[in-house]
């Protein structure tokens, strides 16, 4: 199965800051097949990005992805509060579907 | 707007099977081309995929849980159901469905895409104790 790398386990900025969150993978996997994740605390999965940087719907802009191969970013230009959460990237390239092990932001 | 609810026992005996049922208010007639999955969390843990399944009937598993897992649909009471069986502790987490838009064909493109997990329930916890 592919492997989701995500560092860092931690990130810890204030509101307004950049925020810079990698994935990598195990394997080369298609920018069409990569996706982010948003998971504040005590709630579900909220769908950022697919096709690596594509915007789900009423997702802002300061969210941006990029990336290809085995290396994928996603951005958050200006942290805003309600922004400090867990994000994961996640594949379906391959199956079965995998998960990065998240990165959490939080308040500096 | 379809949204997701799971509902199940939360607590569960060791050695014992694990049902859940995922309930979809709109239905499935708006969502015809999706895929219907269950996928799970343990406590302070990432997310893990156990299984999705089609209209048809049709389901795909994680290898490593294909041989204690069974997902099934029921149209007609706009549900999907998750049965794990032989559970142990391993097996305590946060169970969420959530809907899949699987890979799709542009034919613009010639490519496939994939559109991600774009509705989510709240989860429910269960926990495997005797």
């Known amino acids: 199965e592919v492997v989701l790398t995500q560092s860092p386990g931690t990130l810890s900025l204030s509101p307004g800051e950049r925020a810079t969150l990698s994935c990598r993978a195990s394997q080369s996997i298609s920018t069409n097949y990569l996706a982010w994740y948003q998971q504040r605390p005590g709630q579900g999965p909220r769908l950022l990005m697919y096709?690596?940087?594509t915007r789900a719907t009423g997702i802002p802009e300061r969210f941006s992805g990029s990336g290809s191969g085995t290396d994928f970013t996603l951005t958050i230009s200006r942290l805003e509060p309600d922004d400090f959460a867990v994000y994961y990237c996640?594949?379906?390239?391959?199956?079965?579907?995998?998960f990065g092990g998240g990165t959490k932001v939080e308040t500096k | 707007q379809v949204q997701l609810q799971e509902s199940g026992p939360g607590l569960v005996r060791p050695s014992q099977t694990l049902s859940l049922t995922c309930t979809v208010s709109?239905?499935?007639?708006?969502?015809?081309?999706?895929?219907w999955t269950w996928i799970r969390q343990p406590a302070g843990r990432g997310l893990e995929w156990i299984g999705r399944?089609?209209?048809?009937?049709?389901?795909d598993y994680n290898p490593s849980l294909r041989s204690r897992v069974s997902i099934s649909i029921d149209t007609s009471k706009n549900q999907f159901s998750l049965r794990l069986t032989s559970v142990t502790a391993a097996d305590t987490a946060v169970y969420y469905c959530?809907?899949?838009?699987?890979?799709?064909?542009?034919?613009?493109?010639?490519?496939?895409?994939?559109?991600?997990?774009?509705?989510w329930g709240q989860g429910t916890t269960v926990t495997v104790s005797s």
């Open positions: 996640q594949q379906y390239d391959t199956s079965p579907l995998t």
């Open positions: 709109g239905g499935f007639s708006s969502s015809a081309s999706y895929y």
């Open positions: 096709g690596t940087s």
């Open positions: 399944v089609y209209l048809t009937g049709s389901t």
């Open positions: 959530a809907r899949d838009h699987g890979r799709r064909y542009d034919p613009s493109t010639r490519a496939y895409y994939y559109d991600g997990l774009d509705v």
